[in-house]
């Protein structure tokens, strides 16, 4: 009878210990932070609402769309970036990191813009691009000048008369190549993206400087968050060793996380982020989990949450397995469950359109598929990044001719298969369904001229598709995939657990169904998302705990002793028991 009660005495304290832990293990990860809470809507400003008729998006653009913007619920905006630049790549070639691109307006613009965002509640995120600059700054400028000017160590130069350096891969360049041979002093300077975009050495604490400076001016004005662009790629081996064939194909593998770039996250961290309230972000999340805890762990005092490729980069023009989809967001969540933070996106300006990619956009299927897709960033852990446009349900357009392509990724793509002799047909149909330049394309506002985007010349065409999607046929339509995204937001909002509940996938096997709870402080619900074009259904333990259903892109869901049937491209979340 004593060692009856021992023991059960033993057990009881070890599920309170194991009670508590969880407890401990949910407080942690549940530590109320805005930048976990927000909702980002990433506004790519060039296609976005052009006021002065250029056919170019401007700052005085998205003011005058402000109210819509706070209409969509979001709490957020991540701007690509704005300011001085030749234009090589769309503004990632940055001439001036204290002024605003002529295209876009004033720094009076900005700070209405600023302004009127906080006024309706609404962060502002801006991108920083400093693993390089345009070959038109001056920093640039003074360096190439002479090899003893004090700019010379801004950038990676290699003198001509040790040889040529070691191979490295360009993405832009029409060869591939990284080095740029540059005839003033007789040297190659290193550019990972276009020849236009030399790569800053961060090993200079110059530089490094100059960069915490130029954050700092951002952050007295007033913003909000950094989102630092390529920035796993900054630090560098600058004696510059022999890496292995397959550079291309393992790109990240062999350029990413090198060298002290903890160590200078760290430095940033010290001198920029812990003196703001700012929300912190790189683009990409190294080469393993390992190199993303590294980045984003609270205890790390680096950065603030991870944005990894691995789920975005799951489109091909072939196809993808809803399986393998599944596994790759349940790894991450899992990985992350219990430290670090994550951002959920499925679209962006360096992809096509989400729905045409992930989804349906065939007339049939395309409302519903892009309320599913939308339902799923917004029910997942993690802060969910929306795209403009996704809120519409906008697809991707339809570019016949390489002419027809403005992106610098795909034009000069497009010479290096021409010089390597490639399949030029397979190149073109693989930009048919992946275009950057397909998510960029011009927001559709209604059904005039331009979808009302300009007065002007669009400086992209604006999608055929406008009469049908856009924001004012979408507004009054209360069905529409603009209005479903309204209620999604809405419901997230207002329940944390889908913010910061734990994530249980259910059933991974399943071929046409992602299916999965998210639960927190009591409080439980179940996500079914019919990812097919057709009829499916799923029988769950959990569907007979079903409480209500709180959102539903179509008709309410036939459910019978515990098998939900789904429509295709059905997307529902109920509250469960």
């Known amino acids: 009878m004593h060692k009856l009660s021992a023991a059960l005495i033993a057990l009881l304290f070890f599920i309170s210990c194991g009670t508590k832990k969880e407890e401990q293990k949910d407080l942690a990860q549940s530590e109320e932070k805005w930048w976990k809470e927000a909702i980002i809507y990433q506004i790519y400003p060039r296609s976005f609402k052009d006021s002065d008729g250029d056919g170019i998006g401007d700052l005085k653009g998205i003011i005058q769309e402000l109210d819509y913007i706070k209409d969509l619920g979001v709490t957020a905006v991540w701007l690509n970036p704005i300011y001085s630049s030749p234009n090589d790549d769309n503004g990632y070639d940055v001439s001036d990191y204290r002024n605003i691109m002529s295209d876009f307006g004033t720094m009076e613009d900005f700070d209405r813009l600023m302004k009127g965002m906080h006024e309706r509640g609404i962060k502002l995120i801006m991108d920083v691009v400093v693993n390089h600059s345009s070959d038109e700054h001056e920093w640039f400028q003074q360096s190439r000048s002479s090899r ?6 801004y950038y990676h130069w290699w003198p001509a008369e040790k040889g040529k350096p070691n191979y490295r891969y360009s993405l832009f360049d029409e ?4 080095w740029k041979y540059d005839s003033i002093t007789d040297a190659y300077y290193l550019h990972y993206f276009s020849q236009k975009q030399p790569d800053l050495n961060w090993e200079n604490p110059k530089v490094r400087q100059e960069v915490y400076d130029i954050m700092t001016f951002w952050a007295e004005k007033g913003v909000d968050g950094f989102r630092l662009d390529a920035f796993q790629f900054a630090a560098k081996d600058t004696t510059f060793p022999a890496f292995p064939d397959d550079l291309q194909t393992n790109f990240i593998q062999y350029y990413a996380m090198q060298g002290n770039l903890h160590e200078y996250l760290k430095e940033m ?28 762990d ?52 360096d ?45 991707n357009s339809n570019f016949e001719t390489i002419e027809e392509y403005q992106d610098i990724a795909a034009i000069n793509g497009y010479k290096k298969v021409v010089n390597e002799g490639g399949d030029i047909m397979e190149y073109m149909q693989n930009l048919k369904f992946g275009s950057r330049d397909y998510g960029r394309t011009p927001m559709q506002w209604d059904n005039s001229t331009n979808a009302n985007f300009a007065t002007g010349t669009p400086w992209l065409p604006v999608n055929e ?9 979408e507004k009054k339509d209360p069905n529409s995939v603009l209005n ?58 959990e569907a007979k705990s079903i409480k209500e259903e709180v959102i539903n892109n179509l008709q309410s869901p036939d459910i019978k002793n515990g098998t939900i049937h789904l429509l295709p491209y059905q997307a529902v979340i109920f509250s469960i028991q």
Not at 175 to 178: E, Q, R, S, V, Y
């Open 148 to 153: 003893d000017n004090p700019y010379r160590d």
């Open 484 to 541: 479903h995204f309204r209620r999604m937001v809405e419901l997230r909002k207002n329940n944390p657990v889908l913010v910061y509940g734990a994530y249980t996938l259910l059933q991974p096997e399943h071929q046409e169904i992602y299916a999965y709870t998210r639960s927190w402080k009591g409080e439980k619900m179940l996500v079914v998302l019919n990812f097919s074009e057709k009829n499916s259904s799923i029988t769950l333990k």
């Open 175 to 178: 060869k591939g190549d990284a």
């Open 269 to 296: 961290h010290e001198q920029v982020f812990s003196k703001y309230d700012v929300m912190s972000v790189a683009e990409g999340a190294g080469r393993n989990f390992e190199d993303a805890h590294n980045l984003v």
């Open 351 to 395: 992809q096509a359109r989400m729905v045409s990619r992930f989804g349906n956009d065939s007339p049939a299927f395309r409302r519903p598929s892009a309320k599913m897709l939308n339902t799923f960033i917004l029910s997942m852990r993690g802060t969910p990044y929306c795209y403009f446009g996704d809120e519409l349900g906008m697809t």
């Open 465 to 473: 598709n406008y009469k049908t999607i856009n924001v004012e046929s």
């Open 298 to 349: 609270a205890d790390r005092n680096e950065l603030n949450m991870a944005y990894a490729f691995e789920g975005v980069d799951i489109a091909k023009r072939e196809g993808y397995s809803l399986t393998h989809f599944k596994e790759v967001f349940s790894r991450w969540d899992k990985e992350f469950a219990e430290k670090g933070w994550l951002s959920i996106y499925l679209a962006n300006h």
